[in-house]
């Protein structure tokens, strides 16, 4: 069993979510000391990474298996996925299909 440690960066995160999103983060980080790679993770490429997605929000966390230890990443803990910035081929393709 991998214990979790939480960065103060992702408590504040967690603590700034809706009521409800804080819980589903919550029971998540909690089943990781149980299963630090559930099937629904993802590895981040190039990285050491790796990112679970509940709801609209994602955790990110890294991963020790020589002291069994998780952290859940403290500037990007949690983040709302439509946060992200709009690239230029993107809008472009909305452009083409409006």
């Known amino acids: ?32 000391g149980e299963s630090p790679r559930p099937a629904h993770a993802k590895k981040l490429r190039g990285m050491m990474d790796y990112s679970l997605r509940v709801g609209v929000y994602r955790i990110l966390y890294d991963i020790d298996d020589e002291a069994q230890i998780q952290s859940i990443e403290s500037s990007t803990g949690v ?11 993107s809008r472009h393709r909305l452009r083409r299909r409006g």
């Open 79 to 89: 983040k709302p996925i439509g946060d992200r910035p709009t690239t230029r081929s």
């Open 1 to 32: 069993m991998y214990s979790v440690r939480i960065l103060r960066r992702a408590i504040k995160d967690i603590a700034s979510l809706p009521k409800e999103y804080a819980h589903l983060v919550s029971q998540h980080i909690d089943r990781l």
